[in-house]
């Protein structure tokens, strides 16, 4: 497991106690959190703590953890769920190099993104869990890969898969690349017991 995180959070202040806050809400201990993360206690505990930055994908599966949003884990807050989310309205966020943008309401069982991933980011991380994910390339190049196999997907190119099959998602060119991100979302803690491991990976 790599240890090459970025360093403390700065450009997102509200995570290190809205993790601790949804852990405890979920009624799990550090250890069983970081285990079904894929993480190690020391870890986790330095992402409460702001000594460490979560990557997106990181985010992903803690708010799956939790049964909870991305951006409930960033402290958003939403007074009603409009069913239309203006451009002027979607404020981007950075997590471990990518950027991106809530493109739905919160609270929902689904999660729509607009999301950066640059090139050569810490945000590999090899994925498996409940649920489905569809993504649709914007701009740029987009490694997929979906178990044994790699996936080069072009603009224009979309993806639609269970994501029970492990998953790990690059930028292939250097500019990075945009997409669109749907994925479903857990609205139980007690579901988090169904999630599988997740390692980091290294883009191949």
Do not use: K
């Not at 700065?10 to 069983?32: F, H, I, Y």
């Not at 959190?33 to 702001?50: I, V, W």
């Not at 708010?63 to 909870?68: D, K, N, P, S």
């Not at 689904?110 to 945000?123: A, D, E, T």
């Amino acid at each position: 497991m790599s240890a090459s995180e970025p360093g403390p959070v700065e450009d997102l202040p509200a995570v290190a106690p809205q993790l601790r806050t949804l852990r405890r809400r979920a009624s799990l201990t550090l250890e069983a959190a970081a285990r079904t993360a894929g993480l190690s206690p020391a870890h986790l505990s330095r992402l409460e703590t702001g000594q460490r930055q979560p990557s997106l994908p990181m985010l992903l599966t803690l708010a799956r953890v939790y049964g909870t949003t991305v951006s409930e884990l960033l402290g958003e807050t939403v007074a009603e769920r409009d069913a239309v989310v203006r451009a002027a309205d979607m404020e981007p966020t950075r997590a471990g190099g990518w950027t991106y943008w809530q493109a739905g309401s919160p609270g929902r069982g689904m999660q729509s993104l607009r999301v950066h991933v640059p090139h050569g980011s810490q945000g590999d991380i090899v994925r498996v869990h409940p649920g489905e994910e569809w993504l649709y390339v914007l701009t740029g190049r987009l490694r997929l890969r979906l178990g044994d196999v790699t996936h080069v997907l072009d603009p224009g190119d979309s993806a639609h898969f269970d994501s029970l099959t492990p998953h790990r998602i690059a930028a292939a060119v250097e500019d990075g690349a945009d997409l669109l991100f749907v994925h479903t979302l857990l609205q139980s803690p007690s579901t988090a017991l169904c999630l599988g491991p997740t390692t980091l990976g290294v883009t191949p």
